[in-house]
Structures are given as C-alpha cells and as structure tokens.
C-alpha cells in the first residue's frame, strides 16, 4: 500500500528555517509527482510546492518562491522542502501528497495523502 510520512516541523522564529521531509513507500518512487501542501487554521488545503520524481520539474507558489526548496531523493524515496526565511504567515500544517501522474498540471489529483507536520512561525 501507498504509504507517505511527513516530518520535520516545530517551532521557529520569523526569518528562520526548517527542513520537511517526506519519506514514501509502496510505490516506485522515480515516476511520480510530490507536492507540498499548507493548511492554515480556517483555510483549505493549498499547494506550496511539487516536484516530478521523473524529470526532477519543480513548481512554487508565489509566494514561496526564492524561500522555500523542493527536492527528491529517489535513492531514499524521500522528498525534502527546505524553507527558509520563514514569516508568520506560512504557520500551518504541511502535508505531503502523491499523483500517479509525473507531469503536475493545473488538473493533477492527488490521490494519496500523508499525516501533516506542523509549522508554527512565531513574529
């Protein structure tokens, strides 16, 4: 079965970094899409950042670009987000999904989700 495991929250001050990782099994890890996901408290779940494990094609959020990295260790079936420069605005839950499909569109389900880990930036 697909299994994906997300850690590597905590608590951090704004500017600071924490880097998630998600760690996957029962699938091959090397043609696949990863994304990252935030749910902040009272809003819906949204996209942050994906990666293809195929091509190793990355997507960001705006608001994450030039902050936050994505990246894919096919060897560990592991997929890192390096965040860095944090604001009090990313604090949320961060969840790791996966789709079948490599190649992530504006259409891309995602079909398998892991437990969340929290962020919590403080100001």
């Known amino acids: 079965d697909v299994q994906l495991q997300a850690s590597g929250g905590g608590l951090v001050q704004a500017g600071g970094s924490l880097r998630l990782s998600c760690v996957a099994s029962?699938?091959?890890?090397?043609?696949?899409?990863i994304g990252w996901f935030r749910q902040a408290p009272g809003k819906e779940r949204e996209v942050d950042s994906t990666?293809?494990?195929?091509?190793?094609?990355?997507y960001y959020k705006d608001s994450v670009k030039g902050r936050f990295t994505i990246s894919s260790d096919n060897a560990k079936n592991t997929v890192y987000l390096q965040m860095n420069s944090l604001k009090p605005e990313d604090t949320a839950v961060y969840y790791c999904?996966?789709?079948?499909?490599?190649?992530?569109?504006?259409?891309?389900?995602?079909?398998?989700w892991g437990q969340g880990t929290q962020v919590t930036v403080s100001s």
């Open positions: 999904a996966v789709s079948g499909d490599p190649f992530v569109t504006s259409r891309t389900q995602w079909d398998s």
């Open positions: 029962g699938f091959t890890f090397d043609n696949y899409a």
């Open positions: 990666i293809s494990t195929s091509d190793g094609s990355t």
